[in-house]
T-cell receptor, first 109, second 114 residues
Framework: RKEVEQDPGPFNVPEGATVAFNCTYS??????FFWYRQDCRKEPKLLMS???SGNEDGRFTAQLNRASQYISLLIRDSKLSDSATYLC??????????FGKGTRLSVIA | DTAVSQTPKYLVTQMGNDKSIKCEQN?????MYWYKQDSKKFLKIMFS?????LIINETVPNRFSPKSPDKAHLNLHINSLELGDSAVYFC?????WGGGYEQYFGPGTRLTVT
């Protein structure tokens, strides 16, 4: 089983829709969790960290479920500019970040 | 101001050649990384340096040799290039070593080996 798994998509949604992605991780010792965003032919950029209590940033909400070992990202009121690949990232202390393969989102007008 | 810069942005070369990619960060970060993103878009760490010292060296052929002349620079030299080396190589930096810190990525170097 891969350390971080994501549905590759693509998720094709209309503008204004709500879309959610899940990501599962295999190592229960994982401590830090993030969502990065990567636009086509660009570098990854941090979207948000995922805290145990969950966190929200505008239209974006991230949740962590340690018992089931998954994190989620919810995007409300999707915009065309949200079209990108969303990378789930997991860390276990002083080890490298482990990136998932990403979930591709296309928001359609 | 560019935070993490890489040169060149595109590199097309023939099998067997030796090439280098340069990376510089002006963020004052202690830790720098090299990642490889292959055609399947999987982003995998290759090397990590903390204060000019190598701390991670993943299973990478020894044709790849990183060099960090100072904290702000991490270069990647590749000997005897092979077709399978074709990928996008990203440099990144973070404030300190440890997974809790945000990583800032450079724009990537798209390497094509023919």
């Amino acid at each position: 089983r891969k350390e971080v798994e994501q549905d590759p998509g693509p998720f094709n949604v209309p503008e204004g829709a709500t879309v959610a992605f899940n990501c599962t991780y295999s190592n229960s010792a994982s401590q830090s969790f993030f969502w990065y965003r990567q636009d086509c032919r660009k570098e990854p950029k941090l979207l948000m960290s995922v805290y145990s209590s969950g966190n929200e940033d505008g239209r974006f909400t991230a949740q962590l479920n340690r018992a089931s070992q998954y994190i989620s990202l919810l995007i409300r009121d999707s915009k065309l500019s949200d079209s990108a690949t969303y990378l789930c990232v997991v860390n276990r202390g002083n080890t490298p970040l482990v990136f998932g393969k990403g979930t591709r989102l296309s928001v359609i007008a | 101001d560019t935070a993490v810069s890489q040169t060149p942005k595109y590199l097309v070369t023939q099998m067997g050649n030796d090439k280098s990619i340069k990376c510089e960060q002006n963020l004052g970060h202690d830790t720098m990384y090299w990642y490889k993103q292959d055609s399947k878009k999987f982003l995998k760490i290759m090397f990590s340096y903390n204060n000019k010292e190598l701390i991670i060296n993943e299973t990478v052929p020894n044709r790849f040799s990183p060099k960090s002349p100072d904290k702000a620079h991490l270069n990647l030299h590749i000997n005897s290039l092979e077709l399978g080396d074709s990928a996008v190589y990203f440099c990144a930096s973070s404030q300190e070593w440890g997974g809790g810190y945000e990583q800032y990525f450079g724009p990537g170097t798209r390497l094509t080996v023919t």
